[in-house]
């Protein structure tokens, strides 16, 4: 689902070969059980046809350092849609399935999942030159980004929510689309695992049944033993839908980061509308300086009342400090209007790009499914009319 021939992959080859379970201490000197994945990163013309690849440079990654990696790209990168992270606990699964975050089937679906993080990112023609990022891939700077997402990170408050409501809202509603349909795999995933495994329930009676039958018996024998696969045929299906499964996880949590784009958008434009505000209270007290005109109850205009008008040399310095504001006024809401402006037309530019991509996944993921299911009916057809041939023999 990712182009390698675009951006940093055009240099590198990048993969998370494996994951590996260690003990140690924690931050507050407690002994933890944690897993760590080895992220292996070779040059990409070092490997030529035929040849033996060169030796990777590697390293080891925790999970935490990737949610750290991503975080310092949210908030560097407000307007660019950040591939989402795996999913840090088992979430949507049918009752068969571990959910625990160090059961082996779950670390290594979470390594495929860290790994087109990494690849999705290094794709990407803005966040592939990041400097930061090609540090997380080459050595040991968790220091580094946190120092410099911890200075970032204070420019980050979300106040108000007005702009960009149409891909907020269709962002949630894919949300809970996906959610549902999550839902509704895991449960019919449960289901279809019941009715496979009784079916093993056939094989069971029909080789009683063989026992007792001269001529009937290996024909009833053979049938139970195609009764037997089929009921055991369900673990590799549900294994395999695994795989579709956090196809979609992916864009569920994808969802997240389209909605972060919006918050920083709707931070950006109200601070577009506070400095217009103040502009206009600026231009409003020259006027009622000029005029001698106050419209509003002010502590100026009752100082006046009460110990008399100021002199006119007061008068033109306040207008003189009034007009010097109001310039900075305008250049301030001239500067938040271009920061918006740009800021519109490079996140519209990447949400086009993310709409594409998506498009293009989620068809080929659903295709997939498609035919697997297609697949799995044909293989239980095909049980059924051998079962048949064996009943005919008899």
């Known amino acids: 689902m990712v182009e390698r021939g675009t951006s940093l992959l055009k240099k590198m080859e990048i ?11 924690n931050t507050v ?13 070779r040059p990409a013309e070092s490997v030529t046809e035929g040849g033996t690849p060169a030796a990777p440079d590697t390293l080891w990654r925790r999970y935490s350092e990737f949610e750290l990696l991503r975080t310092y790209l949210l908030v560097t990168y407000p307007y660019i849609i950040i591939p989402p992270l795996p999913e840090k606990r088992a979430e949507f699964v049918w009752h068969k399935l571990s959910a625990d975050n160090l059961d082996p089937d779950f670390v290594e679906r979470r390594r495929v999942g ?9 794709s990407h023609h803005v966040l592939s030159n990041d400097k ?16 410099l997402w911890g200075k970032k990170l204070l420019l980050t408050f979300v106040l108000l929510y007005r702009r960009f409501t149409a891909l907020k809202q269709y962002s949630d509603e894919l949300n809970t689309v996906v959610s549902q349909l999550l839902r509704v795999r895991a449960r019919v995933a449960d289901r279809l695992y019941g009715v496979y495994k009784v079916h093993g329930n056939y094989g069971r009676v029909f080789s009683e049944w063989s026992a007792i039958e001269r001529e009937m018996g290996d024909g009833l024998q053979s049938a139970g033993h195609h009764m037997d696969t089929y009921a055991a045929s ?7 839908e695994e795989h579709y499964a956090d196809q979609l996880k992916e864009y569920l949590f994808y ?32 006027e009622e300086l000029v005029t001698g005109t106050v419209r509003v109850f002010s502590l100026k205009g009752m100082t006046s009342k009460l110990f008399g008008s100021e002199t006119q040399e007061q008068r033109e310095s306040r207008l003189s400090a009034i007009e010097q504001s109001i310039e900075e006024g305008v250049e301030a809401v001239m500067e938040k209007n271009t920061e918006c402006r740009d800021f519109v037309s490079a996140a519209w530019e990447d949400i086009e790009r993310f709409k594409e991509q998506k498009d293009k996944d989620l068809r080929e993921a659903l295709i997939s499914y498609a035919i697997m299911q297609i697949s799995m009916c044909k293989k239980g ?13 008899m």
Do not use: P
């Open 29 to 41: 000197n407690m002994q933890e059980t944690y897993t760590v994945y080895l992220i292996e990163i």
């Open 381 to 393: 057809i095909q049980v059924w009319s051998n079962a048949k041939d064996c009943f005919n023999k």
């Open 255 to 286: 969802t997240d980061a389209v909605r972060s784009v919006c918050k920083k958008h709707e931070l950006m434009q109200y601070e577009l509308e506070m400095a217009s505000q103040d502009l206009a209270y600026k231009k409003q007290q020259k």
């Open 234 to 240: 369900i673990d590799d299906i549900l294994e395999e």
């Open 132 to 147: 930061i990022f090609f540090l997380f891939l080459t050595e040991v700077c968790k220091q580094k980004i946190a120092n």
């Open 114 to 122: 860290l790994e087109n993080f990494l690849l999705r990112v290094a």
């Open 15 to 25: 993969s998370v070969a494996e994951a590996e379970k260690r003990t140690g201490k």
